[in-house]
């Protein structure tokens, strides 16, 4: 079993990661962080959300950093602005104890003056939606000459929000990069193409086994009811869990709409986030949770990206996600940075079966609760 230290990081930031409570190398940063540590390397590395990615490259990344330099050396892109800043934010916690490396998130649904503002100061790392990237270079308030290191984070989330061209404009334009990291949870064609045509043959390949995605402190556990009954399961099962706080699931924007007004009407303080809500409402939800004045969040899939609040008690599966990807992604948001948590999946006969596939595929067990 390797530390951090055996991994090649340095004390300080081997510190900052302590105080994080990051002590024991999760799979992906056992295999990941030497071989970026190495020297320039280019890397394909399939991970899902809550693997512990964001350390596996962000450290190589700080520590590769010139700090006496002010230049942007180092670029990290995300799908989503949630995504975007919460790297940012992690990648300012590690630098706790070493010297200062100035991080700057910058995305869309954000006033681009203020964003320009901030890159005037001394930035050597930045972190980006695709789109505000390319919107800023165009209007050349970003210089990315001296970018050595391109990290895309999500790349297949990206992908299918529509960034093939932008991640393909981004990366032909950068005249002095000598190490391009791709993490992605899946290796859809679209970015089989991207790696073609960016990475170099020779790309480092590596794989988290399926087997090790899903999170071992995680309690998974499902109610058998059918359509009618499942309002009344959800509120049992957060009667259950007294104050705890978690994230709800639904597929469609409708049921997590609708579901909303239900729990609201039974005094249970929650909110909803969905792709219709204006970044300035989904802010706002999101600041609330936070701040624990709503007790439960309900979310779909595409919106609950990039979410990582400490904490969540529960993941509830009101409505089960098709594919295996989903559900890890799902079940990721609790028992985060090694505490426990519980996947509770609501469940008619029909859909017996997906719970099944579940196990199967990621390896993992459900137990009934009556």
């Not at 390319?134 to 990290?151: E, P």
């Not at 190490?179 to 290796?187: D, E, H, P, V």
């Not at 594919?323 to 017996?352: I, P, Q």
Request: charged fraction near 25%.
């Amino acid at each position: 079993m390797k530390n951090f230290e055996e991994l090649g990081i340095s004390s300080g930031f081997v510190k900052g990661l302590a105080e994080l409570n990051i002590v024991e190398p999760t799979d992906i940063q056992k295999k990941v962080i030497p071989v970026l540590l190495a020297g320039a390397t280019d890397i394909v590395a399939q991970a899902q959300t809550g693997t512990g990615k964001t350390a596996a490259y962000g450290i190589p990344l700080l520590e590769k950093m010139d700090s006496n330099k002010n230049a942007v050396q180092g670029l990290v892109l995300c799908p989503t602005r949630e995504l975007a800043k919460q790297v940012a934010k992690q990648l300012f916690r590690f630098t706790k104890y070493t010297t200062k490396i100035f991080t700057e998130a910058v995305y869309g649904g954000e006033h681009i003056d203020r964003q320009i503002a901030s890159l005037k100061r001394p930035t050597q790392i930045i972190v980006a939606t695709p789109g505000r990237l390319i919107d800023l270079v165009n209007r050349k308030a970003v210089d990315l000459n001296s970018v050595k290191t391109v990290v895309l984070d999500e790349a297949d989330e990206m992908l299918s929000m529509g960034f093939k061209k932008e991640l393909d404009d981004i990366l032909g334009h950068l005249p002095s990069i000598k190490n391009k990291w791709l993490f992605s949870a899946t290796i859809p064609n679209g970015i089989q193409e991207i790696i073609s045509k960016h990475l170099s043959k020779d790309a480092e390949r590596i794989e988290v086994k399926r087997e090790n995605i899903v999170n071992k402190n995680i309690s998974h556990q499902f109610v058998m009811c059918n359509d009618s009954e499942k309002f009344h399961a959800l509120q049992l099962f957060l009667k259950s869990e007294h104050k705890n706080r978690g994230v709800i699931f639904c597929k469609t924007k409708a049921a997590t709409k609708k579901l909303t007004k239900q729990l609201i009407a039974k005094n249970i303080a929650a909110d909803a986030i969905h792709g219709d809500l204006m970044q300035k409402e989904r802010d706002k939800v999101m600041r609330a949770f936070k701040n624990e004045t709503i007790r439960v969040l309900v979310a779909t899939d595409v919106a609950a990206r990039g979410i990582d609040i400490s904490g969540l008690t529960f993941v509830a599966h009101y409505q089960l996600p098709e594919n295996d990807e989903y559900y890890t992604h799902r079940s990721g948001r609790t028992a985060r940075a090694g505490k426990v948590g519980v996947s509770m999946c609501f469940v008619s006969n029909s859909e017996l079966r997906i719970l099944r596939n579940y196990e199967r595929n990621l390896d993992i067990k459900f137990r009934q609760v009556k």
